[in-house]
């Protein structure tokens, strides 16, 4: 497994806890005391934030091909449908991390659903679970794409919508909350509303 972490740099500027005051020969002063334990708060909550990193990227799921891992579940496409090992129609999803970078800097993991063997959504997020883009499908067929860039308070988004022979019917943009999904509102269409 590869661990990626990406460092915080912090400049400070301590004096040693052995350094007395020169002029009066006593122990260091309040405001001494006060950026000794900002220091060490900070060192602290840096420590913090990178055992959260490494938490989160060892969660994240193994670097291979979909085939790869089509092979690791025994699953097999045969016209557009994908079966399990005994032959059924499989319905569940399938997620890798693709070893490419998104717009966050940070590896895309990808999960692709199914249900009933038909492809329903391929989505791609971060391993902080921050989205990306996704497409999405109602019967095989694919229905709408959407990018996803997200600012301080706001993720803004980017969509093509298409019309039942695949070739595309319209296309817009949005912004919804930071908190909200932009999946979600493809998922059920309601971006397409009238």
Same mark, same amino acid.
């Given at each position: 497994?590869?661990?990626?972490?990406?460092?915080?740099? !912090?400049?400070?500027?301590?004096?040693?806890?052995?350094?007395?005051?020169?002029?009066?020969?006593?122990?260091?002063?309040?405001?001494?005391?006060?950026?000794?334990?900002?220091?060490?708060?900070?060192?602290?909550?840096?420590?913090?934030?990178?055992?959260?990193?490494?938490?989160?990227?060892?969660?994240?799921?193994?670097?291979?091909?979909?085939?790869?891992?089509?092979?690791?579940?025994?699953?097999?496409?045969?016209?557009?449908?994908?079966?399990?090992?005994?032959?059924?129609?499989?319905?569940?999803?399938?997620?890798?991390?693709?070893?490419?970078?998104?717009?966050?800097?940070?590896?895309?993991?990808?999960?692709?659903?199914?249900?009933?063997?038909?492809?329903?959504?391929?989505?791609?997020?971060?391993?902080?679970?921050?989205?990306?883009?996704?497409?999405?499908?109602?019967?095989?067929?694919?229905?709408?794409?959407?990018? !996803?860039?997200?600012?301080?308070?706001?993720?803004?988004?980017?969509?093509?919508?298409?019309?039942?022979?695949?070739?595309?019917?319209?296309?817009?943009?949005?912004?919804?909350?930071?908190?909200?999904? !932009?999946?979600?509102?493809?998922?059920?269409?309601?971006?397409?509303?009238?």
């Amino acid at each position: 497994m590869q661990l990626s972490i990406n460092p915080l740099y !912090v400049s400070t500027n301590f004096k040693s806890n052995n350094i007395r005051n020169q002029n009066s020969g006593q122990k260091d002063s309040g405001s001494e005391k006060a950026v000794k334990a900002a220091g060490t708060v900070s060192l602290l909550g840096l420590a913090g934030l990178s055992a959260y990193g490494i938490a989160i990227l060892k969660k994240k799921p193994p670097r291979k091909t979909f085939e790869a891992l089509l092979k690791e579940k025994n699953l097999v496409f045969k016209d557009n449908i994908l079966f399990d090992k005994l032959g059924n129609k499989f319905s569940g999803s399938l997620t890798r991390s693709t070893g490419k970078k998104g717009e966050t800097g940070f590896e895309m993991i990808e999960t692709k659903l199914f249900n009933n063997g038909k492809l329903e959504e391929q989505i791609y997020k971060d391993c902080f679970n921050n989205e990306l883009k996704g497409t999405f499908y109602k019967d095989g067929k694919i229905v709408s794409k959407v990018d !996803v860039f997200s600012n301080g308070r706001d993720k803004g988004f980017s969509f093509i919508k298409y019309r039942d022979d695949g070739t595309g019917s319209s296309m817009g943009h949005g912004l919804v909350k930071k908190s909200k999904s !932009v999946f979600s509102i493809f998922r059920n269409n309601k971006v397409f509303e009238r």
